[in-house]
């Protein structure tokens, strides 16, 4: 039964590897779609979240059922509890990279934000893919350097974030109310989005006290 439940705790892991691909693509096409106005990739992000939300929901079934069937305990009882936590932050991260491209397609064939401060997008949008993928080797390998570099870019996205809003609220900004709405609530989206993936590496680092299973233990059949 244990050499199953190792197996099973696994199978937790890969499928958390899975949906975080899956949310690098999502983020790396929203942020073109929205830095370069293109509706053909907004419309493919927008498609694309439900297999995040399937897969997602997928796992917590998955973790549900280890719960019920394993009753596990100490550091056994915390990866399956983390990984319904980290599935979740997953999943959210998914829907903004659909609210990034939504705003891309509500305002095509117009750029969502005033030329001011599409450089400012542009570096945010970059930053967003960086985290997305060193999540993804975070999630594969628990290395805690990674956690680190994550909270160091998240950093950034912050500080650019705090610069959208001191633009917009600022003395010089021409832009229209649209203009505000938009660079306002697309900036919250890409700080949200690096957020979730701190509280990630929180747990990760949690779990890597506790002993979370490296992706390189050979299964045992």
């Known amino acids: 039964m244990r050499e199953v439940f190792q197996q099973e705790l696994r199978e937790v892991q890969d499928r958390l590897v899975e949906i975080s691909e899956l949310v690098v693509t999502s983020i790396t096409d929203a942020t073109e779609s929205f830095n370069e106005s293109n509706i053909t990739l907004a419309e493919q992000v927008i498609a694309n979240d439900d297999k995040i939300d399937e897969l997602a929901i997928a796992l917590d079934e998955l973790a549900i059922n ?3 069937r ?8 915390r990866i ?10 997953l999943e959210r991260m998914g829907d903004i990279s659909e609210h990034i491209a939504q705003l891309a397609r509500y305002r095509f064939p117009d750029k969502v934000v005033p030329s001011s401060l599409r450089d400012t997008f542009a570096n945010m949008g970059a930053l967003d893919v960086e985290i997305a993928k060193k999540l993804v080797q975070l999630l594969r390998t628990q290395d805690p350097r990674l956690a680190e570099e994550i909270r160091n870019e998240d950093d950034k996205v912050d500080a650019l974030h705090i610069s959208v809003f001191d633009q917009v609220l600022g003395a010089t900004w021409k832009g229209e109310a649209v203009d505000t709405v938009d660079s306002t609530l697309a900036s919250r989206y890409h700080e949200r989005f690096a957020d979730h993936a701190v509280s990630i ?4 680092q949690y779990l890597a006290t506790g002993d979370w299973i490296p992706a390189d233990t050979p299964s045992h059949h």
């Open 66 to 68: 280890i719960l019920a």
């Open 70 to 77: 394993q009753q596990p305990v100490a550091r056994d009882l």
């Open 80 to 89: 399956v509890v983390s990984a319904l936590r980290i599935s979740a932050n």
């Open 201 to 204: 590496a929180k747990k990760v």
